[in-house]
């Protein structure tokens, strides 16, 4: 059973654990589930946008930034746009054992799925950078998590 003592000695934990300190409270995800977590954070965050009827107040909600350091510093990216990308797998394409040929798999109908990817588009004088919904939503959870 679970129980809270005081101690002078350490505890050594692997990953993939769950424990509680006063410093460090949190659970440990294996990586693919946590790229799953956040997909499924991404299309919901899309899902929310689309229909928001204020965009804007949608993205300042979510605590996106409107501006950013450039790479070098010297000028503030501005977001510009946000792009929303559908696209549609109809197969799938693997490199085939012991031949430069790709195997090719075709999807019957029932197999074919849509994603729609979204990008915050900055921009200064200087450069323009794509920022993934996805990497934003990641570094939120980071965040979060500490």
């Known amino acids: ?79 510009v746009d946000v792009e929303l990308k559908t696209e549609w797998q109809v197969g799938t394409a693997s490199p085939s054992f012991g031949s430069r040929e790709l195997s090719y798999l075709p999807f019957p109908g029932a197999m074919v799925s849509e994603r729609t990817n979204m990008s915050l588009i900055y921009v200064s004088m200087d450069e323009k950078t794509a920022l993934d919904v996805r990497d934003f939503l990641a570094a939120k959870k980071t965040e979060l998590d500490q």
């Open 1 to 79: 059973m679970p129980h809270d003592h005081p101690d002078a000695h350490e505890h050594s934990h692997g990953h993939g654990h769950n424990h509680a300190h006063a410093d460090h409270l949190h659970s440990h995800m294996d990586p693919a589930d946590d790229a799953v977590a956040i997909q499924v954070l991404a299309t919901q965050f899309i899902d929310g946008f689309v229909q928001a009827a204020d965009k804007s107040s949608y993205l300042r909600l979510a605590g996106v930034p409107f501006e950013k350091p450039g790479t070098t510093g010297a000028k503030a990216l501005k977001l």
